[in-house]
Structures are given as C-alpha cells and as structure tokens.
C-alpha cells in the first residue's frame, strides 16, 4: 500500500463517462470502460435462458450456419398480385410490424393514398383516404408476405417486384423497385409526377428489366454485396458502388433485349441517376438470406428488425411469426436546409432488414462516406461497427470490411446479448417528414428501442424447452 501511493495513479472508470471529466481535469491518466449494466428482465427468465444456455447455443449455431450459407440470387420479376403469396387486390402492404390505418404515421398515410391512386381505386386523395379508413381495403406488413419495401414500403397488386431466392434453402422474397429521391411514394408523396413515375416503372422499366433478367437467368447478389463493400457502401444508406456493378451486370442484357433503343436508354438512365437502385436488392436478398433461419426450436437470434414509422418491431429465429414490439423513435439526423428533428417522423422501413443481415449499421465501418454525411467521423464508424460484433453471434464469411483488415461483418444478432450487454443494434437510415407529401428530410442513424427486445427475451424464454 505505501508504495502504491508513491507511484503515479492510473484510474479505469466504469460506468458514466462524465465521472471521468474531473480526472481529466485534475491531469489524472485515466481509462473509460464502456460497460452498461444489463437491461432489466425478469430474474426468473433470465436465469430459465442461463440454465438453458446449451441448448440455445446449439440452436443459434444452426441459425448462424443457415444465415452464413445463404445463397440470395435475383431471378426474375413480375407482378405483386401474381408472385407474392396471399396478395389480392384489395390489400396492401406496408413495411414494419402490424398497423391499422386509425395508428399511420403521416408517411405511410400518404403512400397508402399514392398506391389507391395508383391503382385507380380512388380518383382523388381524399377519396383515397375514406377508402383506406372504411375497412375495404387490407393491410398487412411485408414481412409477413415473404417481402420487404423501403420507408412506408407499400406494395399494391399492380407493382413490379423484384424475386430472390435463396438458392442453398429454396426460400424465395420479393421487393418492389427503387423510384429514386425526392418526392417519391416510399416517402408518403402522392402528387402527379409521383402518380405517372409508378406508371412509367410498370410499362416500361418493368418490362425492360424482366426481359434482360430473363435472358441473364439469375444475378448473384451476395458477390454484388461483397463487392460494394469493399468499393465503400454498407449497402443500406449508401448504394452507389452496388448500383453500378448491378448496372455493369444488365447494361449489355438490356440493351441487346430491349427492341427500342431510346427506351433502353431511358431505362439505362433512370438507373444510373438513382444511386439507391440496388438498396430494394440488398433488402430482399437480406429477407431471403434470413427467413431460411427462421422457425429454429431454442435460436435466440433475430431475423426481423422492422419499422412502421410508429411501432419498432423484432422477429426472433425460435419465436414463429410473433412481433415484439415498442415505439419507434426519431433518428438523430444531418437534416436538410429548412428541416429540423421537430419536422422528423420517426424510423420508418423494413431497410432494418440489412442490419439484421450484418449490413447498413453494422457494416458501416466499410463506408466512412455515411458517417460523414450524417455529421460523425471515420473514428465513429469503426466504434459503431466494433460495438455490433458484441451482440452477435458470428462474424460473416463473404461480407468483408477492408478498414478492419478484411474481417468479416457482425452476423446474427442475438437477442441474450442485446439484454446481457445492454448495447442496441445500430441502425443508419433516411428520415422523413412527419407529414405525408413532403418526402425525406435528411440522413441520420438511431439505435433500436430498448422493449421490443426486452419483450422478445422474455417471450423467448417461456418458450425454451
């Protein structure tokens, strides 16, 4: 003891940072430890998950395994009424766990009232929105009809929707086509340019593109993901470098299957000015990669993290079809000129999916760009993806980052460890206005809600047996 007060102190601080502040402004060399304590849950299910912990290991290795196996290639399109199991006419859609129209948030009450229009079940806005609030018309979450869709993510049985299948497991999603930024229907608009851009999409994009699909068979789109990744996207927020190699991979089809030239030009064009044409890609080759891990006796592991604009909810390997859910909040943001979070309606989108598919977020140590553009540093980024390999279970074998010395990503959230740790998956993402028509209003990043996987733990571990 006499001597340890002769040397010089070295103090390590657990817990809040701020109690650190006062050794450093005493000149003390300390040492912050990041440790939270866990979140609190019921002390009888949490020790029921601890005697348990083999069988759930064991459990969530298969889940891993079928996850890292997964074989997502694009093959082919067609309609949503056609291809999408249980579609019909009269339903729609949406992205994030189940809503009624009464609980829309804004954004998705607008696209709702773009798709009537759209499909012509409605001539004017107001008419739409007495459809949509009569009971007439169905509406069910993406997730739940082997699907994803971006922001509001509507999809009305006229869309053109893009099928993945995941080839090792025979599984198969859909996603509907990117449109582009601005005042867009993912975003709640539903004006006339917004009207005639759907209908373009589906008579001539759509066309064009199943024919060049067709003829090139199937795409593979893990290696197109592999490939951004190293060219500097994280395949959520920024898709610049898988948009190119996918336009790479179908200029030459379009253009010797596309009759018209000046039609394939402008399919070439829209394509090549939309930097976010791949992002409905990597969502529905995340839902295919994921949903053949789902349904796995004892899996703690997440395989659906959805957002409605008012309710996030999450989807666990061993927990079925149940949603566990808590309210969405609003991201913290780099918003555009004009805009501030009081005009920011909170998460929206089924794009989680790239996140829990060890993308977007956790991946976005690959893509510093994004961190910049919502105001943080290259030193943010590989923080935020070293903090995500805490909560999973596995580290991806094709989907590598080159600034950590090509390891791979975060892979298999693990709902234990979200609450043993008390570190939140972390979400990068768009943000759109809170009011419907005014599309998205910046970029920013937000980690998911504490309940949702405070519920999921607990549901989780009344089911072990």
């Not at 990744?229 to 996918?246: K, Q």
Request: aromatic share 8%.
């Amino acid at each position: 003891m006499h001597t340890l007060f002769k040397s010089e102190l070295k103090v390590i601080n657990i817990g809040l940072p701020t109690f650190r502040k006062a050794l450093e402004d005493a000149q003390v060399q300390s040492l912050q430890v990041d440790w939270r304590p866990p979140i609190s849950v019921d002390p009888a299910r949490l020790q029921r998950v601890k005697s348990m912990r083999l069988n759930i290991e064991k459990a969530n290795a298969k889940a891993l395994e079928i996850i890292l196996g997964g074989m997502p290639q694009l093959i082919g399109m067609g309609q949503a009424i056609d291809v999408i199991p249980g579609m019909k006419s009269n339903l729609l859609l949406h992205a994030g766990p189940p809503i009624t129209w009464k609980r829309m948030c804004g954004p998705m009450r607008g696209a709702i009232v773009g798709a009537l229009l759209y499909e012509k079940k409605a001539a004017n806005a107001d008419e739409a929105e007495r459809l949509a609030a009569s009971g007439e018309i169905e509406f069910a979450p993406c997730h739940e009809h082997d699907s994803v869709g971006p922001m509001a993510g509507i999809v009305s049985g006229s869309m053109p929707v893009f099928i993945v299948k995941n080839e090792q497991y025979g599984n198969v999603a859909y996603s509907t086509m990117n449109e582009g930024l601005g005042k867009v229907l993912r975003y709640g608009a539903y004006d006339e340019t917004t009207i005639k851009r759907l209908q373009w999409m589906e008579k001539t994009l759509y066309p064009t593109l199943k024919a060049a699909f067709a003829k090139l068979e199937k795409i593979d789109l893990k290696n197109i993901i592999a490939q951004a990744l190293h060219m500097g996207d994280e395949v959520h927020n920024r898709n610049r470098a898988a948009t190119s190699v996918f336009y790479r991979t179908i200029a030459p089809a379009i253009v010797t299957t596309c009759a018209d030239a000046t039609t394939a030009a402008e399919v070439l064009e829209f394509i090549n000015h939309n930097d976010h044409f791949f992002l409905n890609l990597s969502m529905a080759a995340s839902k295919a990669t994921l949903d053949a891990a789902r349904n796995i006796e004892n899996s703690s592991i997440v395989v659906g993290m959805s957002r409605n604009g008012t309710d996030f909810g999450v989807q666990l390997s061993g927990t079925g079809k149940q949603w566990f859910t808590g309210p969405a909040d609003v991201p913290d943001a780099l918003f555009f000129p004009g805009f501030s979070k009081a005009d920011a309606n909170p998460d929206i989108g089924d794009s989680a999916i790239t996140e829990t598919n060890s993308l977007g977020g956790f991946a976005i140590a690959a893509s510093p760009a994004i961190v910049q553009f919502v105001g943080g540093s290259t030193e943010d980024a590989l923080r935020y993806t070293r903090q995500m390999y805490e909560i999973t279970a596995g580290e991806n074998n094709a989907y590598q980052i080159p600034y950590l010395n090509f390891r791979g990503t975060p892979t298999g959230i693990d709902v234990i460890k979200v609450v043993e740790k008390n570190i939140l998956p972390f979400i990068d993402t768009g943000v759109a206005h809170k009011q419907p028509g005014i599309g998205q209003i910046g970029a920013g990043v937000v980690d998911a809600p504490v309940e949702p996987f405070k519920k999921a733990f607990e549901h989780f571990a009344e089911s072990l047996h």
